[in-house]
């Protein structure tokens, strides 16, 4: 007589897609957006969303302490503006945040076509 187990029980699924993968990369994410213009977090996480074709938008849990720990660290600076009749915090990168920007690319990319090489393999032998 066979036992099923259930997968969720052997591969935890949240670590997955989505999951703590992609939030680690939501740094990455954000000061490559305010690199290229200046925009509030909620066009952020949309712009993101977009990036990734829907799969993936973070939420503000993870997106606003992000934004307010990289001005601590003086990578991105905010200023207040207005956006359809209401006021908004706009984040805009810093030239520290670009050096920065510049940094987490060499180191991330090549762990990142490493990691896609190695899914690959593991995604023809399923």
Request: a negative charge.
């Given at each position: 007589m066979s036992t099923h187990i259930e997968p969720a029980?052997?591969?935890?699924?949240?670590?997955?897609?989505?999951?703590?993968?992609?939030r680690g990369l939501l740094p990455l994410y954000v000061l490559n957006l305010l690199a290229d213009h200046p925009c509030h977090g909620a066009?952020?996480?949309q712009r993101i969303a977009e990036m990734t074709k829907s799969e993936?938008?973070?939420s503000p849990g993870s997106l606003y302490p992000l934004l307010h720990r990289l001005e601590a660290l003086g990578?991105?600076?905010?200023?207040?503006?207005?956006?359809?009749?209401r006021?908004?915090?706009?984040?805009?990168i810093t030239d520290a945040g670009r050096e920065v920007l510049a940094e987490l690319r060499q180191v991330v990319r090549p762990q990142l076509e490493a990691t896609m090489r190695l899914l690959a393999v593991h995604l023809e032998n399923l």
């Open positions: 029980s052997v591969l935890d699924f949240a670590k997955l897609g989505s999951g703590l993968f992609l066009a952020v996480s993936w938008t973070p990578a991105v600076t905010e200023d207040v503006a207005e956006d359809r009749g006021l908004v915090r706009v984040y805009r």
